[in-house]
Structures are given as structure tokens and as C-alpha cells.
């Protein structure tokens, strides 16, 4: 069954560094997102994206943070500057339509912010 | 989206049906119930959703109340492997870009497997 891959399973950096977190979400899929989940809280929402734009963000999605699919397979989270407070796992998803279909999500990638 | 108000923690025995509860009672009529569920620290692993009807698959069964204002998750034979955090989330359509696609998640329902 195809699946949503995430690399690296686990990123450390130090503050003020940046980071790309990597995303191969399911082939035929057209919409992309990505989550956090800050160590013993709730999954949350950060960002969607379609037809290579963003379709909607959350707040905790700030100026630091940027996505891009910069070919037909991979799909990016980038914190320009890191801070301690997003050490947190990422979740990427993705689903084929926007309506009535599930979002499928990768195994994530914890950042260690030191 | 809909909020909805799960129990913070069931338990059931091995073998046994889990029946896990989510009330909804301010959704609307193009939202969809969703469930999903997220073992340790794993990503959410999608089970099942419905509009009206209930649904079955191969991994769980969601019955929705006529009036759909609540719903059940149904593992028909819950094991050691089914212990995880259960997620009721209500979604819009996506219809409007203003409702938005995503999925909400709440603190869920934290289910037990005992042996």
C-alpha cells in the first residue's frame, strides 16, 4: 500500500539554524499538509497546499516557516531560524481530493532544537 | 468544523469489541466524521469516516446516529496492537476554502488493551 515517507526520522540543530524537513507524499495525491505535535499536546495544524500555493495556515505558521514542492514528487517544510519552542515531531500529509477523502500521513520527523 | 467530546480514556479486555463514544452534536450537513488514531508517537493512522450512513472496513465499523449528532468506532475484536489515542474529528467538505480541508484534532480518546 503506498504511503507517505518523511526523511530524516530524526534532525537535531542548534537555535537560530535552519532546517528542511523532507516529505514524499502518495503519487496521485494533490493536496499536502503538514502538522506538528509538540512533545505531550495535541497534533496540530500548520499549513495546507494545492496547486503549488498555499490554501490555508495556521498562526503558528509565521514568517520562520515556508513550503514548497520543488518537483513532482517531494513536498518541504523549512524553519529559517529555529527555536527552542518547535522542537516537536512533523507530521506531513497528503490526500488525492479535498472532499469526503482521508488525509494519509508519514511516521514524522523530530526535531531536537538545542 | 464541528467540535466534538470524546471520554479521555477506555479500557477494554483482549478479543473483546471496543466501542469508543463521540458526541457532535453541532455538526452540519456536509461535514463528515472521521476517525483516526496515533500509536505512541507514531503519525495519525486513518481508520474510517462517514457523512450519513454507517460504514465498515477491514479495520474498524462507525455507526452514526440518525440525527448525527454522535457516533461510535467499533474495533470488533480489539488487540494488544489496537492500544492508541482514538481521534472523533468532524471535517468540512471542502467545499469553501474559508471552512478549509484540514483535520482538527482534539485530545482524543486514550484506549487501553488489557491482555
Known amino acids: 500500500e503506498p504511503e507517505v515517507t518523511q526523511t530524516p526520522s530524526h534532525q537535531v540543530t542548534q537555535m537560530g539554524q535552519e532546517v528542511i524537513l523532507r516529505c514524499v507524499p502518495i503519487?496521485?495525491?494533490?493536496?499536502f499538509y503538514w502538522y506538528r505535535q509538540i512533545l505531550g499536546q495535541k497534533v496540530e495544524f500548520l499549513v495546507s497546499f494545492y496547486n503549488n500555493e498555499i490554501s490555508e495556515k495556521s498562526e503558528i505558521f509565521d514568517d520562520q516557516f515556508s513550503v514548497e514542492r520543488p518537483d513532482g514528487s517531494n513536498f518541504t517544510l523549512k524553519i529559517r531560524s529555529t527555536k527552542l519552542e518547535d522542537s516537536a515531531m512533523y507530521f506531513c500529509?497528503?490526500?488525492?481530493?479535498?472532499?469526503?477523502?482521508?488525509?494519509?500521513f508519514g511516521n514524522g520527523t523530530r526535531l531536537t532544537v538545542t | 468544523d464541528a467540535k466534538t467530546t470524546q471520554p479521555t480514556s477506555m479500557d477494554c479486555a483482549e478479543g473483546r469489541a471496543a466501542n469508543l463514544p463521540c458526541n457532535h452534536s453541532?455538526?452540519?450537513?456536509?461535514?463528515?466524521v472521521y476517525w483516526y488514531r496515533q500509536i505512541h508517537s507514531q503519525g495519525p493512522q486513518y481508520i474510517i469516516h462517514?457523512?450519513?450512513n454507517n460504514e465498515t472496513n477491514e479495520m474498524a465499523s462507525l455507526i452514526i446516529t440518525e440525527d448525527r449528532k454522535s457516533s461510535t468506532l467499533i474495533l470488533p475484536h480489539a488487540t494488544l496492537r489496537d492500544t492508541a489515542v482514538y481521534y472523533c474529528i468532524v471535517r468540512g467538505s471542502g467545499e469553501k476554502k474559508s471552512s478549509g480541508d484540514k483535520l482538527t484534532f482534539g485530545t482524543g480518546t486514550r484506549l487501553a488493551v488489557r491482555p
Open positions: 503519487s496521485n495525491h494533490l493536496y
Open positions: 453541532t455538526i452540519s450537513g456536509n461535514e463528515y
Open positions: 462517514g457523512l450519513k
Open positions: 500529509a497528503s490526500s488525492p481530493t479535498a472532499m469526503g477523502s482521508p488525509l494519509h
